[in-house]
């Protein structure tokens, strides 16, 4: 049986764990650049806001497939580490791609409107269904 003091607890570890997506996605975090600096990088290379858009999706991809192989690196031994590391970078990065998205196209990235749309960008279509 769940105690009602546990049910406060699991809910302080989810807002944790998204607040911690978010700030990690938005800020960076270790070899992570911040969304700013990734929108700023991507801007200078490129002619349009849209092409610098499209330039974070596909750098971005390419950067996920190389986190997920990494992390897979280590073989059924180390999969109670690496899976979580994975579901975190995984996480990171997308949040992360999004702030950068939305601060191309003129967003305040440190908003709490924003954070919000940037973690419901993480659940995808899945999230919108009725």
């Known amino acids: 049986m769940v105690s009602a003091s546990s049910g406060g607890d699991d809910s302080n570890l989810i807002r944790a764990t998204l607040e911690w997506i978010a700030d990690a996605g938005i800020n960076g975090l270790g070899v992570l650049p911040s969304a700013e600096e990734v929108a700023a990088d991507h801007r200078s290379k490129a ?54 998205i939305a601060h191309l196209r003129g967003y305040d990235i440190h908003s709490e409107q924003v954070r919000t749309m940037v973690l419901l960008c993480l659940i995808g279509e899945a999230g919108g269904d009725p």
């Not at 092409?51 to 750098?59: F, L, P, Q, Y």
């Not at 497939?65 to 979580?84: E, R, V, Y």
């Not at 970078?89 to 992360?96: F, I, M, P, R, V």
Request: glycine content about 12%.
């Open 47 to 100: 002619a349009s806001v849209e092409d610098a858009i499209n330039s974070v999706i596909a750098w971005r991809t390419t950067y996920a497939a190389g986190t997920g192989f990494i992390t897979g690196l280590g073989g059924i031994a180390a999969m109670p580490i690496t899976i979580p590391a994975g579901l975190a970078a995984s996480y990171a990065l997308g949040a992360n791609t999004a702030a950068a």
